[in-house]
């Protein structure tokens, strides 16, 4: 309080705040302010609570546990963060400590990544599971960090430090699209067996399955699914026919009642099935991207769904109707920034990034950026570009996969976008472009898939095993994952 004098305070501080513990045969002593940091219900502040009645106070209280362990632990307790005396232990073995003691809310905190920015990301580790290595899908979660593996018939799940948490036998023999859509619950499709099946994976049993079908349409049989997405209360999957028919179904999660969103007959480019799907809650529109290539080049649609009134809201084909100012050049692949509401497109000719703003759209409502740093320019489009790009867009950045290269295009601030009224205006000046990746890096293989969760960049690699986690910076104690 003000005008108290701080030395009175120390003298009238009670003797019974410090406490002497003794942890495996070794003593230490701390005061019960640290030990009630880890939380009320933590074992230390217990601890500290039944020492405060202990009816011998100069005797210490005795943990039978790992004491270089607990010094570490308690270090993080007084300032935060993590000694580097824990880089002598594995994240395993202080996870398990941390737990013991009620204290895993404050570690994790310490053990996870600062906020991932591509500039300066580097490759942490590899996630390899220990069969089927060859990963065919993934799905990598914001909220919590974890990452759901699909290798083979299987799925394998890696919790926020990417420590292996179970893996669950399918009946399917090749997973070919995943996503967790709940606590322990996974929707995955197949390229071989029709449906949209759903596990536990706590029990590691299918706890339904969901088919596309229309009694009066004999052509509407053996539907398998191409894509997922959810929302918090429905599945959305895109499932298409041995005939090209294909549609979006919404299934509600409680019941497991499905909607028709769209049906296309899939006579051609403009009515194929939807190979991505991504729902965006602030706008509460579904957006589905087709993307197909043969001999005259790349070809497909973009479109936005209200799966409510199941009205498309708005719609580009390419090449086609609402076609860009950029004819011929048309998208080799798309994502959705669902928290800045853009669209992103990469050119398959030029290689270009195009962004549209999903509250304005028209037409034509593409801005190709610009590329304003001068040791890049000329990497720009060209055959460099074209070929295998795949795009990621997450915490504002753009992540852009070309054959094995990495890049990430971040937000410009000042003089990048344009601000009216305190509304974002896209520009070409909005995004800047640098390379995530070294050139060893790049020669590990084509990149199949980026998707980013818990402040890290996951990478899968064209006939490569296992995933690649990209984190901005290396913390203490922080071992592969195997």
Same mark, same amino acid.
């Given at each position: ?7 009175? /305070? ?32 933590? &074992?230390? =502040? ?27 632990? &308690? ?23 941390? @737990? ?30 220990? @069969? ?69 994976? /706590? ?30 209360? @429905? ?23 499905? &909607? ?29 991207? =087709? ?6 080049? +790349? ?98 950045? &753009? ?12 937000t410009v601030e000042g003089d990048g976008d344009q601000n009216v009224g305190g509304e974002r205006i896209l520009c070409e000046?909005? +995004? ?43 913390? =203490? ?6």
């Amino acid at each position: 309080m003000e005008g108290e004098n701080p030395h009175d /305070a120390t003298e009238t501080q009670p003797s019974s705040d410090r406490i002497k513990l003794n942890v495996g045969g070794k003593l230490f002593e701390t005061t019960t302010s640290t030990l009630r940091s880890g939380g009320p219900d933590s &074992l230390l =502040s217990l601890l500290s609570n039944r020492s405060l009645h202990h009816h011998d106070p100069s005797q210490p209280v005795f943990i039978d546990r790992d004491p270089e362990i607990f010094s570490a632990l &308690l270090s993080l307790l007084r300032s935060n963060r993590l000694p580097s005396t824990a880089k002598r232990f594995s994240n395993q073995e202080l996870i398990d400590e941390a @737990s013991y003691y009620g204290i895993e809310s404050q570690l994790k905190s310490a053990l996870a990544p600062s906020p991932l920015t591509g500039i300066d990301a580097s490759l942490f580790t590899t996630i390899r599971p220990s @069969s089927d290595a060859t990963v065919s899908d993934f799905n990598a979660i914001d909220s919590d960090g974890s990452v759901w593996v699909a290798h083979g018939g299987q799925i394998s799940v890696y919790d926020w430090n990417l420590t292996h948490s179970g893996t669950v036998r399918t009946h399917l023999d090749y997973i070919s699209t995943i996503r967790r859509i709940g606590p322990g619950v996974a929707a995955v499709g197949s390229e071989t067996l029709a449906g949209l099946h759903v596990y536990n994976t /706590a029990s590691g049993y299918r706890s339904c399955c969901v088919d596309w079908a229309d009694p009066t349409d004999p052509r509407i049989y053996k539907a398998r699914v191409n894509a997922i997405a959810d929302s918090d209360n @429905s599945v959305f999957a895109s499932f298409d026919c041995r005939h090209k028919e294909n549609c979006v179904l919404m299934i509600d999660k409680n019941k497991w009642t499905t &909607l028709e969103v769209a049906r296309q007959s899939g006579s051609s480019s403009k009515s194929m099935v939807a190979g991505k799907l991504k729902y965006v809650p602030k706008a509460g529109v579904l957006v589905g991207v =087709s993307v197909t290539s043969g001999a005259f080049g +790349y070809s497909g649609y973009i479109r936005l769904w209200d799966p409510r009134s199941k009205e498309v809201v708005w719609e580009t084909n390419e090449p086609g109707s609402g076609r860009s100012s950029r004819f011929g050049d048309s998208f080799a692949d798309v994502d959705v920034d669902v928290d800045e509401l853009t669209l992103v497109k990469l050119g398959s000719k030029s290689g270009d990034l195009a962004v549209a703003d999903l509250r304005k759209l028209s037409e034509d409502p593409w801005i190709y950026l610009e590329e304003k740093n001068p040791r890049m320019r000329m990497m720009t489009g060209g055959a460099s570009s074209v070929g295998n790009c795949v795009i990621n867009c997450y915490r504002k950045q &753009l992540f852009v996969g070309r054959e094995g290269e990495l890049e990430v295009w971040s937000t410009v601030e000042g003089d990048g976008d344009q601000n009216v009224g305190g509304e974002r205006i896209l520009c070409e000046g909005s +995004y800047r472009r640098n390379y995530v990746d070294k050139v060893e890096d790049s020669e590990r293989g084509v990149i199949k898939k980026i998707e980013g969760g818990g402040d890290r960049l996951f990478v899968i690699r064209e006939g490569v095993e296992g995933i690649e986690a990209w984190q901005s910076s290396r913390f =203490s104690g922080v071992v592969s994952s195997s």
